[in-house]
DNA sequence: GTCCCTGCAAACTATTTGCACCGGG
DNA sequence: CCCGGTGCAAATAGTTTGCAGGGAC
């Protein structure tokens, strides 16, 4: 079985690939936006990611940053995620296998799983439909051990509190 | 197999148990969304609600549908899908068996599915992480066989035409 | 009667867009 | 040089909230 890690850098040729396919130019802000996505690991809003892009580029704007982010999704580079907080959250794709989410009601916290049979059973259904599937999404919501209750149970948020 | 068919005026009870349980009253303006929500069928925008529930109640305003669809939501009734629009479409829940989805990407066209398989597996998944799953949101993006370009292959919503 | 509920409009939040200027190719 | 890309601010879109008056219990 040949073992293939992906890094995260190894996606910025890719980026680039696309940039040329579509004839759009490699700027200052773009190189600092998606320097500072690629450098993710978990879910970014794009207010933290402007922050982080500015420190390369502190004239960077938040306009940009949709507009580029826009641009990682449709290059396949990033996939957005709405979980229940209003704000879309990106991560990057590509990089791990894909996963999944279970998000726990009461403390808000995300755990990610993954599971291959899950992606093969979806992948034969979606197939018998006539689709080719390009991206997905699988969210689960529920409690938590210590949610539901159950004695010496305890929560992965434990101490990563929501505000 | 006892087959039982739930119809959306079944549901029409938990409703009514919720609003006993939390103490909360029952007005006509709730009752004309609830009765406009258990009558809908796919995925409904709360705009469209409205309008629905102003042939019973033609003061209804919005705000209240939006508070009382929370509620459903609650209740467990109500179920909501964010799919690429921007808006929160809902749908009932517990009527028929989980389904999930799959979006064209080109024609934004909605196919519904359901698989036991999946199911099974993403509940066995989750509990093993000692979640309890409550909801969930399982949709995959892709393109139909007529956006693939495959002859012959057509598009769900070939006549369905978005907007 | 007492509060909960409601409609309206204003407030908010996240995202998009118009426009004059800037800089990559 | 040309035209796409950018920042800013204003514009949208969806959703939430404050408040005075009304209705359920």
Known sequence: MGEVKLSASNLKEPWRAYMRRKG????????????????????????????????????VGLATVYRTVKLLEEAGLAASRQFGSGQTLYEVSGQRAHHDHIICQQCQFIVEFESDEVEQLQSRVAHRLGFNILQHR???FGLCEKAQGIPGGHCPSEKARKK
């Not at 490699?26 to 320097?35: F, G, K, M």
């Not at 500072?36 to 990611?49: D, K, M, Q, Y």
């Open 24 to 59: 759009l130019k490699t700027t200052q802000q773009r190189e600092a936006i998606v320097d500072a996505f690629l450098r993710t690991t978990g879910h970014v809003g794009l207010e933290a990611l402007l922050s982080s892009a500015r420190k390369a580029n502190p004239g």
């Open 138 to 140: 699988h969210e689960l």
